[in-house]
């Protein structure tokens, strides 16, 4: 009893769910069959037959109609599976010129890398004969310096910020040929030491100037350590503003050398280029009044923009300054002669 319930139930459901024109044939066979049934029943075979005939007619119309229906779902999937293959078939051709492109562009990324690499090995080279070839020359220097003088104690080394060995040996050099009175030197160290040693063969004295007090104290320390305290002394003299052209620099307090006059040699070896731009440049406009009718003037680290263009501007605008050929070093060397008549210095 249940079972025939819940039979009804479903069916309720099922015809509930049917369309207008399944709900209009459904209720045509149904009045077809009951036709057929009352016909039989009421003796008139003829018009059962009729009606059975019209109801297989309508089954066999149904029938054609579900194929031709079943047909087109057919050909609409392979519509749908034609189109799905064509898009698959794009994306795997775009996932293929892309994977190409990025090999292709790798390869070129490769080839750059292994000329830029090339490029490196070989200028790394060509830095290393460079750098061996200016280690033999500063050596040969060294050798000079030490055949020419015996210090009394261990020299300072003559690295880092101090003046290279060939330098050292063109400016004793200068020392013994000029014999410089009075040397002034700005910027402290090693160079301080050698120069002392020069100029207490020749009789000068040296005033060094050091914006840095413990710089200026450890050269000290050096210069008694050699027994040169009375040859050379070192003043320390911090940078002040100072206006040069309308343009203002930091540069050495020029009271320092106050009681300073006719300087023979004028090593220009600091402020350090990290005190500012053209740091040195200020050093002729502040001292040139105190250097003597005829001097020399050093300048180091010479091969640097700042330097050079401190050179061109100063022979450019001082009368009686001229460059001097120099074949050691990366210094240049000046001469300067008050009456702007060329100095007869020994070269
Ligand atoms: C170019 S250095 C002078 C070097 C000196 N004329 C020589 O040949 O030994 C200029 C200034 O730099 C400072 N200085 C020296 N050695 C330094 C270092 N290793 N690091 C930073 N500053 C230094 C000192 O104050 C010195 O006066």
């Known amino acids: 009893m249940s079972g025939l319930t819940r039979f009804g139930g479903r069916l309720a459901v099922r015809l509930q769910s049917l369309t207008r024109p399944q709900a209009v044939v459904l209720m045509v066979v149904l009045a077809l069959v009951a036709g057929v049934w009352t016909a039989a029943a009421s003796g008139h075979a003829g018009l059962a037959t009729s009606l059975v005939a019209v109801l297989l007619l309508g089954v066999l119309l149904g029938i054609l109609h579900l194929s031709r229906w079943m047909a087109g779902l057919y050909r609409a999937n392979q519509a749908a599976h034609r189109d799905l293959r064509i898009v698959v078939e794009q994306m795997q051709r775009r996932v293929v ?31 290393n004969d460079l750098l061996l070839r200016a280690q033999s020359r500063e050596i040969e220097a060294m050798f000079q310096l030490f055949a020419e003088f015996t210090p009394r104690a261990p020299m300072p080394s003559s690295g880092d910020f101090a003046l290279n060995p060939t330098d ?6 200068l020392v013994r040929l000029r014999r410089p009175q009075l040397v002034v030197e700005l910027g402290s160290g090693t160079s301080t030491v050698w120069l002392a040693y020069a100029l207490e063969k020749t009789g000068g004295r040296l005033v060094s100037l050091d914006h840095d007090g413990d710089y200026a104290r450890k050269t000290r320390e050096q210069l008694d350590a050699h027994g040169l305290s009375a040859v050379a002394e070192v003043r320390t003299a911090p940078l002040t503003e100072l206006a040069v052209d309308g343009k203002t620099y930091r540069w050495y307090d020029v009271e320092k050398l106050a009681d300073v006059r006719d300087i023979d040699l004028l090593l220009i070896d600091g402020p350090p280029a990290a005190t500012g731009p053209d740091a040195r440049y200020p050093a002729l406009h502040a001292l040139q009044s105190r250097l003597a009718p005829v001097a020399t003037v050093v300048l180091d680290d010479a091969d640097r923009p700042d330097e050079q263009d401190a050179v061109r501007r100063w022979t450019e605008n001082i009368t009686g300054l001229t460059a001097e050929p120099r074949l050691l070093g990366r210094h240049a060397v000046l001469s300067y002669s008050r009456s702007g008549a060329p100095a007869s210095v020994p070269a």
């Open 97 to 127: 010129a892309g994977v190409e492109k990025e090999r292709l562009s790798a390869g070129d990324r490769h080839q750059e890398l292994t000329r830029t690499l090339a490029r490196g090995l070989r200028q790394h080279g060509h830095g």
């Open 168 to 173: 050292l040996l063109d400016l004793l050099y």
